[in-house]
């Protein structure tokens, strides 16, 4: 180790004390997800049976429902996703994608579904490169048919339900269909974002339901009824997932997305039919916190979540960190510090290796080489009192890849639900369609995703090499969607459930979580509520109006490029107490907590 704990610590204090470093000329953000819209206070909630946390009160309410009337966890989850699908739809639907971890109570065993979308059969690496063979703005290849990828949330709750669900896949849709049919009151977050986004209202369809006849955005507390995507309800509610995968409904979304008239992208009828979710292997690893041992599960790839909150949290104990409290009820820069460090450490393995695993081969020949003690001890003796200047991809496993990194670019928007049901069952599951209203392209009643521009838009450096992650017929772009599973590791008993949106923010909001509940010892609303900060491998940014300016200036001092912005995460936690379950909603966005 480059230094033991207390030296460490004398280090870190020294540097934070020392005269600032020259500073490079100072970059650019990173764009969020969406934006904020304001902070209100949550308490978090107690329950004894049963929980459900998601992002908005009448999705929340509807998996209670559900649950109360003896449904299942993965019952619950489908009647809030349909739900989300009308009352959020910025964020999440069924004309996108999503990642679910489901554990079985009884028999004691956790999987992942992978409802990710994928790419035509059409594409290729080209499809974000201009006539100039240079890549495109983020927003001329968002906005339009472009990025439309295989919407797989349907089918892979289909797939979930069929091993897990209790009551009948019909009667989960009821709480959607009668919301779509008799109106929702517009939220505060939902017209602010409909104020702020300048693209809804190129489509028609989009801006005849979001907007009224000056264009202006239906104003909060307005009644909207979506009697279209009723009709849609109603159809996969008697047919299934064949319902938008198949037919005429399968028809209008390729029409929508071929014939868009300045962007049109490649989607096929083929491309519907033959889309399969997947069951994959959750990807676990271990995690000793405050003399407790933990089993932390997450998604694998093509999700880069788990492995990169897995590698900060696993540099993080090879470092002074642990020794370090919270100050004033908020993390200190010498935390920071060595967190902002360990991040981008992680990211630069996230941009030079993982992707849809189909694919690409796993450094190593597994997934978990990224996560081997010895490799993150190796990799955190770099982490030393200062900013790291350059901060390149380490080698696990015997194999060196050819691949390049990815350039850094936009990552947007997702949905978080957690459950834990009666039964024992619990789940976690992020879902999304990428940017807030996605590729702004609204098909009877529900908009499609853009989760395309997840994939990189250059498909090869200066050298020629390939870029891991980019585009291929049939692929599924990295996500960094994180629903996470925590589990104590002597008994197997279930801990926690949780997960935040957040583009590739959503690692550092899931990374906190877990930080402060499992280190500080926080409860779930303690811990959710705590600053937001992050690092890209670039700048390091802090939740704006959050830190002290003695914060901010000592984490300069250490070398960090340091930008206070609004940091809008959205966790949904569950854990467990000796009466139950705690629950806890991100004060940052709309979303609440029922059980019983």
Same mark, same amino acid.
Request: negative net charge.
């Given at each position: 180790?480059?230094?033991?704990?207390?030296?460490?610590?004398?280090?870190? =204090?020294?540097?934070?004390?020392?005269?600032?470093?020259?500073?490079?000329?100072?970059?650019?953000?990173?764009?969020?997800?969406?934006?904020?819209?304001?902070?209100?206070?949550?308490?978090?909630?107690?329950?004894?049976?049963?929980?459900?946390?998601?992002?908005?009160?009448?999705?929340?309410?509807?998996?209670?429902?559900?649950?109360?009337?003896?449904?299942?966890?993965?019952?619950?989850?489908?009647?809030?996703?349909?739900?989300?699908?009308?009352?959020?739809?910025?964020?999440?639907?069924?004309?996108?994608?999503?990642?679910?971890?489901?554990?079985?109570?009884?028999?004691?065993?956790?999987?992942?579904?992978?409802?990710?979308?994928?790419?035509?059969?059409?594409?290729?690496?080209? =499809?974000?490169?201009?006539?100039?063979?240079?890549?495109?703005?983020?927003?001329?290849?968002?906005?339009?048919?472009?990025?439309?990828?295989?919407?797989?949330?349907?089918?892979?709750?289909?797939?979930?339900?069929?091993?897990?669900?209790?009551?009948?896949?019909?009667?989960?849709?009821?709480?959607?269909?009668?919301?779509?049919?008799?109106?929702?009151?517009?939220?505060?977050?939902?017209?602010?974002?409909?104020?702020?986004?300048?693209?809804?209202?190129?489509?028609?369809?989009?801006?005849?339901?979001?907007?009224?006849?000056?264009?202006?955005?239906?104003?909060?507390?307005?009644? =909207?009824?979506?009697?279209?995507?009723?009709?849609?309800?109603?159809?996969?509610?008697?047919?299934?997932?064949?319902?938008?995968?198949?037919?005429?409904?399968?028809?209008?979304?390729?029409?929508?997305?071929?014939?868009?008239?300045?962007?049109?992208?490649?989607?096929?009828?083929?491309?519907?039919?033959?889309?399969?979710?997947?069951?994959?292997?959750?990807?676990?690893?271990?995690?000793?916190?405050?003399?407790?041992?933990?089993?932390?599960?997450?998604?694998?790839?093509?999700?880069?979540?788990?492995?990169?909150?897995?590698?900060?949290?696993?540099?993080?104990?090879?470092?002074?960190?642990?020794?370090?409290?919270?100050?004033?009820?908020?993390?200190?820069?010498?935390?920071?510090?060595?967190?902002?460090?360990?991040?981008?450490?992680?990211?630069?393995?996230?941009?030079?290796?993982?992707?849809?695993?189909?694919?690409?081969?796993?450094?190593?020949?597994?997934?978990?080489?990224?996560?081997?003690?010895?490799?993150?001890?190796?990799?955190?003796?770099?982490?030393?009192?200062?900013?790291?200047?350059?901060?390149?991809?380490?080698?696990?496993?015997?194999?060196?890849?050819?691949?390049?990194?990815?350039?850094?670019?936009?990552?947007?928007?997702?949905?978080?639900?957690?459950?834990?049901?009666?039964?024992?069952?619990?789940?976690?599951?992020?879902?999304?369609?990428?940017?807030?209203?996605?590729?702004?392209?609204?098909?009877?009643?529900?908009?499609?995703?853009?989760?395309?521009?997840?994939?990189?838009?250059?498909?090869?450096?200066?050298?020629?090499?390939?870029?891991?992650?980019?585009?291929?017929?049939?692929?599924?772009?990295?996500?960094?969607?994180?629903?996470? =599973?925590?589990?104590?590791?002597?008994?197997?008993?279930?801990?926690?459930?949780?997960?935040?949106?957040?583009?590739?923010?959503?690692?550092?909001?899931?990374?906190?979580?877990?930080?402060?509940?499992?280190?500080?010892?926080?409860?779930?609303?303690?811990?959710?509520?705590?600053?937001?900060?992050?690092?890209?491998?670039?700048?390091?940014?802090?939740?704006?109006?959050?830190?002290?300016?003695?914060?901010?200036?000592?984490?300069?001092?250490?070398?960090?490029?340091?930008?206070?912005?609004?940091?809008?995460?959205?966790?949904?936690?569950?854990?467990?107490?000796?009466?139950?379950?705690?629950?806890?909603?991100?004060?940052?966005?709309?979303?609440?907590?029922?059980?019983?």
């Amino acid at each position: 180790m480059k230094f033991l704990v207390a030296a460490g610590l004398t280090a870190l =204090l020294a540097a934070c004390a020392a005269s600032p470093t020259a500073q490079d000329e100072i970059q650019t953000a990173p764009l969020q997800p969406e934006e904020a819209s304001g902070y209100t206070d949550k308490p978090g909630w107690a329950t004894q049976h049963f929980a459900v946390a998601a992002a908005h009160p009448l999705a929340t309410d509807a998996g209670y429902n559900i649950l109360n009337a003896g449904g299942s966890a993965v019952d619950a989850a489908i009647a809030v996703q349909m739900v989300l699908s009308l009352v959020e739809p910025q964020s999440s639907g069924i004309g996108g994608g999503s990642f679910l971890l489901h554990h079985d109570g009884q028999r004691m065993i956790t999987e992942a579904f992978d409802g990710r979308e994928t790419a035509p059969a059409a594409a290729n690496e080209t =499809l974000f490169l201009n006539t100039a063979g240079k890549p495109l703005g983020f927003y001329e290849g968002v906005v339009g048919g472009r990025a439309v990828g295989v919407p797989g949330t349907v089918q892979m709750l289909e797939a979930a339900h069929r091993q897990h669900g209790k009551l009948p896949w019909a009667q989960l849709f009821a709480p959607a269909i009668a919301l779509a049919e008799q109106g929702f009151k517009v939220s505060e977050r939902l017209h602010s974002l409909l104020v702020s986004d300048v693209h809804l209202q190129k489509d028609p369809v989009a801006a005849a339901y979001f907007y009224d006849t000056a264009g202006q955005p239906w104003p909060v507390g307005h009644l =909207l009824k979506n009697p279209e995507l009723a009709s849609v309800f109603k159809r996969i509610a008697n047919e299934g997932s064949k319902a938008l995968m198949t037919g005429d409904i399968a028809q209008a979304i390729v029409d929508k997305v071929r014939q868009h008239p300045t962007n049109p992208g490649q989607l096929a009828l083929a491309d519907l039919a033959g889309y399969r979710a997947i069951q994959r292997q959750p990807l676990c690893h271990d995690y000793r916190a405050v003399a407790r041992d933990y089993r932390i599960c997450g998604m694998p790839p093509p999700s880069s979540g788990a492995i990169a909150v897995g590698q900060i949290l696993g540099l993080l104990a090879h470092t002074p960190a642990a020794a370090i409290p919270l100050m004033n009820s908020l993390p200190d820069a010498r935390w920071l510090h060595l967190y902002t460090e360990a991040s981008r450490l992680a990211f630069a393995d996230r941009d030079q290796y993982i992707a849809d695993p189909d694919f690409v081969q796993a450094p190593g020949g597994s997934w978990m080489s990224l996560l081997e003690p010895r490799y993150l001890a190796d990799r955190a003796r770099l982490i030393g009192p200062v900013r790291m200047t350059t901060v390149l991809a380490g080698t696990p496993g015997a194999v060196k890849t050819s691949y390049a990194p990815m350039p850094e670019q936009p990552e947007h928007g997702t949905s978080h639900i957690s459950i834990v049901d009666a039964y024992g069952n619990a789940l976690a599951m992020t879902s999304s369609i990428e940017n807030a209203f996605g590729s702004r392209q609204m098909v009877q009643g529900f908009l499609l995703n853009n989760e395309l521009t997840d994939f990189s838009f250059t498909p090869s450096d200066a050298q020629g090499r390939p870029i891991a992650n980019r585009v291929e017929p049939g692929k599924r772009p990295r996500s960094s969607m994180a629903p996470t =599973l925590v589990f104590d590791k002597p008994t197997g008993e279930l801990l926690m459930s949780g997960g935040s949106p957040g583009g590739a923010f959503i690692i550092h909001y899931a990374a906190k979580l877990l930080y402060g509940t499992l280190n500080w010892e926080l409860d779930a609303q303690q811990a959710i509520n705590l600053p937001n900060f992050a690092n890209l491998n670039g700048l390091t940014l802090l939740e704006a109006k959050r830190f002290p300016a003695t914060t901010v200036e000592s984490m300069k001092r250490t070398g960090a490029q340091v930008r206070e912005v609004p940091m809008t995460s959205g966790l949904q936690a569950i854990q467990k107490t000796p009466s139950g379950w705690f629950g806890g909603a991100d004060p940052r966005r709309e979303g609440v907590v029922q059980g019983d």
